[in-house]
Nanobody
Framework: VQLQASGGGLVQPGGSLRLSCVAS????????MGWYRQGPGERRDVVAY???????NYGDFVKGRFTVSRDSAKNSVYLEMNGLKPEDTATYYCQAGDHFRDYWGQGTLVTVSS
């Protein structure tokens, strides 16, 4: 499974970004896709994920600002981020999983700064 993420960039506080991730390869067994993030000197934390049954979960810090969604026909998962704060600055990683292992994309940098 290969994951290609895009959509990161520089945004001002309070702004919005939409991250996209496309999965390719042996994707039929995937049962979850989502997003993690890792700031400088920090551990990698879950941001949001969505299962193949459309169950969604979010990290506590999201507090209603982000929305995860998927498009099965496009083998894609998205992260709509609103109300961005400087502390949201991090590299965001697309993640997918099946019953055996996790797969990771290359990461896309999100910088929230004025």
């Amino acid at each position: 499974v290969q994951l290609q993420a895009s959509g990161g960039g520089l945004v001002q506080p309070g702004g919005s970004l939409r991250l996209s991730c496309v999965a390719s390869g042996s994707i039929d067994s995937l049962n979850v896709m989502g997003w993690y993030r890792q700031g400088p000197g920090e551990r990698r934390d879950v941001v949001a994920y969505i299962t193949d049954r459309d169950t969604k979960n979010y990290g506590d810090f999201v507090k209603g600002r982000f929305t995860v969604s998927r498009d099965s026909a496009k083998n894609s998962v998205y992260l709509e981020m609103n109300g961005l704060k400087p502390e949201d600055t991090a590299t965001y990683y697309c993640q997918a999983g099946d019953h055996f292992r996790d797969y990771w994309g290359q990461g896309t940098l999100v910088t929230v700064s004025s």
